[in-house]
């Protein structure tokens, strides 16, 4: 197996209210059915084992842009969203924060006896991730959160957090099967990281491989290990600024949002008339869909699409959300029945603003885009929760002592 990423994280306090939670669920759903719609199973794990696309997908859902929450969140929203239709979708989510954690392995058994799969293999798997990230590598982080994905092939991700109560920072850890198909009766024989520690736990006599090829890297240069994995740092402030996002990107979509000359034709391309707001949220939503993982190294700038819960950069605007789910449920709905022009659609509204961006177009107004947004946000019912400046405690969580 590969270890594919990390991401450093600020603490927030607070826990996301149910008009939001409601709402991820439904997003986050219609998201992955447009990935897996487009381009299959196997890349929708991909996008989420990639560390940068994991923290944008949390925020074009309206999550705050850096927070450690949003690795809750997200796979909460798509546990509730995903598993009701397993065997239509053809995957599975298992685990979670704290005690939904410790419940993985009964979790992947009861998929295993369903589907075929091998039960005993997948639960190794997902302990010596566990393990490995918790003991291997002693970077001062304990686990609390432990997800596991999977597909009915036996393609699997996991993506785990720690958190270190010294620095108040959360670290998630990302991980995708190297074998797309056919993983359904042995595990994944070798385990690529970074070695920040002593080895104290993997003493498995099944995990045997995995050992030696740990032992292996520690043999390696450090510089070519760092290199193997994506690593995303965000930074401790927890408002959007100019700075944390690429300002030509934004522009770009703005421009096919508010300016006539291109709306006009975004529409087209979506088959449906729609206001400015609501292409702006769906350009972002399509680039989460369709665009190539160098696209997601300014997670903050998906914020533009539906706000943040703490009102940064500004409150999440309810009605252009539910506007973004109906035209994505609708677009899928009508796919179903072989009318796949308007799913279609959000293919050629990417494709579009890229061009836009590449034509030359200028760098968005950062401030007075995020002062429009705040203007118009009463009229679009916006609502946050918290305070931007309340600090999180750093309480211990439990630690997944199963693993």
Not at 32 to 47: D, P, Q, T, W
Not at 232 to 259: F, I, M, Q, T, W
Request: include cysteine.
């Amino acid at each position: 197996m590969k270890r594919s990423g990390s991401a450093d994280l600020p603490l927030h306090g607070g826990s996301v209210p149910p008009w939001l939670a409601q709402r991820m669920t439904r997003l986050g759903t219609a998201i992955a059915e447009n990935v897996i719609h487009h381009y299959g199973r196997s890349a929708f794990l991909s996008k989420l084992s990639d560390p940068f696309w994991f923290q944008a997908f949390g925020t074009v859902m309206g999550m705050d842009w850096h927070s450690s929450g949003i690795t809750t969140s997200v796979l909460g929203a798509l546990k509730r969203g995903l598993n009701p239709r397993s065997d239509e979708l053809g995957l599975f989510v298992c685990g979670g924060r704290g005690r939904h954690s410790r419940k993985t392995p009964q979790e992947l058994w009861q998929y295993a006896e369903k589907t075929g799969l091998n039960g005993d293999s997948l639960v190794r798997s997902s302990r010596l991730t566990a393990r490995v990230d918790n003991n291997a590598i002693q970077d001062g982080f304990q686990l609390y959160l432990h997800g596991f994905v999977v597909t009915t092939d036996g393609e699997w991700i996991v993506v785990q957090q720690g958190m270190n109560a010294d620095s108040a920072v959360a670290r998630r850890y990302h991980w995708h099967s190297a074998s797309v198909r056919g993983f359904t009766s042995e595990p994944h024989t070798a385990i690529v990281g970074e070695h920040q520690g002593t080895i104290l736990n993997l003493v498995d006599p099944q995990a045997k491989a995995a050992q030696a090829a740990i032992l292996e890297t520690t043999r390696e240069q450090p510089d070519k290990n760092i290199d193997t994995i994506r690593r995303l740092v965000l930074p401790a402030h927890h408002e959007v600024r100019a700075s944390n996002v690429d300002l030509k990107r934004l522009g770009a979509v703005l421009a096919v949002a508010h300016e006539r000359e291109f709306s006009d034709f975004a529409s087209l391309l979506l088959l449906e008339k729609l206001g400015p707001r609501t292409l702006q949220s769906l350009a972002l939503v399509a680039e989460v869909v369709h665009g190539a993982p160098a696209r997601f190294s300014d997670p903050a700038r998906f914020s533009f699409a539906h706000g943040g819960k703490d009102g940064h950069p500004f409150p999440v605007p309810l009605q252009t959300y539910d506007e973004t789910i109906s035209f994505m449920r609708r677009s899928l709905d009508s796919a179903k029945v072989g009318h796949a022009e308007k799913v279609d659609g959000m293919h050629r509204l990417d494709r579009f603003a890229r061009l836009v961006e590449n034509i030359g177009r200028p760098q968005a107004d950062f401030e007075g885009a995020v002062a429009h947004e705040r203007d118009i946000s009463p009229s679009l019912d916006g609502r946050m929760v918290g305070s931007a400046s309340r600090k999180a405690s750093p309480k211990s969580p439990s630690q997944l002592s199963l693993f």
